[in-house]
C-alpha cells in the first residue's frame, strides 16, 4: 500500500528560523510534489520533483530516492510562511492512485 | 496562463440540496481528478477521468456524481445521499505520457447548514 508520512505534524518557530519539514514515503514514486495551503483553503503547487534538488526564493525541497524521503526547507522564515505543507506522491502510470497525500504540517512562524 | 479554475471559493448549502462544484483547466491535460479534504486527514480521491466521457471512482464515491463531456471541465455533484458533505474539494489535473505533472486547482470550501 502507498503510503506518505510528513513530520512534524504542528511546527511552531520565531520569524527568522530555519524551518524543516519531512517527508518519507513507503513506495517508490515517480515524482514527490510540495503543495501550501493558506487558511481558508487555497492549495498552491510549490515543487515538483522526482530527484535532486529545487531551489525557489527562500523554499528549498530535496529529494533523496533511495531513501524514500523528502525534505522541505524554508529558510529566513517570515510569518506570511505561516500555512499548512502538504507532501504527495505520484505513482508511475498515474491512475487511481496516482496521488497518495500526507496528512500535512501545519506551520506557524510567530513574529 | 494555463491552470486550473475552481469555483466558488466558499460554498453554503442546505442540507438536503444538491451542489455542483465546478472544476475547469486549459492545460488539455487528459486526466483530470477530485478529491476531498477533511481535518487532520490527508486528501483522498472522490472521483477521476482520464479520458472524456468516461470516469472511475475513487476511495470516497458514495453520494458524488462527475460527469466529462468536455475535455476541459470536470464538474462534481455533492448529492443529498453524502452524509457528511461539508468539506475542502480540491481538482487536478495531470499531464499523460512522461514525467506525471499535476496542476491543481485552489479548492473550494463547501459548508452544508
Known amino acids: 500500500k502507498n503510503e506518505v508520512e510528513q513530520s512534524p505534524q504542528n511546527l511552531t518557530a520565531q520569524e527568522g528560523e530555519f524551518i524543516t519539514i519531512n517527508c518519507s514515503y513507503s513506495v517508490g514514486i515517480s515524482a514527490l510534489h510540495w503543495l501550501q495551503q493558506h487558511p481558508g483553503g487555497g492549495i498552491v503547487s510549490l515543487f515538483m520533483?522526482?530527484?535532486g534538488k529545487k531551489k525557489h526564493g527562500r523554499l528549498i525541497a530535496t529529494i533523496n530516492i533511495q531513501e524514500k524521503h523528502s525534505s522541505l526547507h524554508i529558510t529566513a522564515s517570515h510569518p506570511r510562511d505561516s500555512a499548512v505543507y502538504i507532501c504527495a506522491g505520484s505513482y508511475s502510470g498515474g491512475g487511481a492512485d496516482g496521488l497518495t497525500f500526507g496528512k500535512g504540517t501545519h506551520l506557524i512562524i510567530q513574529p | 496562463d494555463g491552470g486550473i479554475t475552481q469555483s466558488p471559493k466558499y460554498l453554503f448549502r442546505k442540507e438536503g440540496q444538491n451542489v455542483t462544484l465546478s472544476c475547469e483547466q486549459n492545460l488539455n491535460h487528459d486526466a483530470m481528478y477530485w478529491y476531498r479534504q477533511d481535518p487532520g486527514q490527508g486528501l483522498r480521491l472522490i472521483y477521476y477521468?482520464?479520458?472524456?466521457?468516461?470516469?472511475q471512482k475513487g476511495d470516497i464515491a458514495e453520494g458524488y456524481s462527475v460527469s466529462r463531456e468536455k475535455k476541459e471541465s470536470f464538474p462534481l455533484t455533492v448529492t443529498s445521499a453524502q452524509k457528511n458533505p461539508t468539506a475542502f474539494y480540491l481538482c487536478a489535473s495531470r499531464e499523460t505520457g512522461g514525467l506525471p505533472g499535476y496542476t491543481f486547482g485552489s479548492g473550494t470550501r463547501l459548508t452544508v447548514v
Open positions: 520533483l522526482s530527484s
Open positions: 477521468s482520464q479520458i472524456v466521457n468516461d470516469f
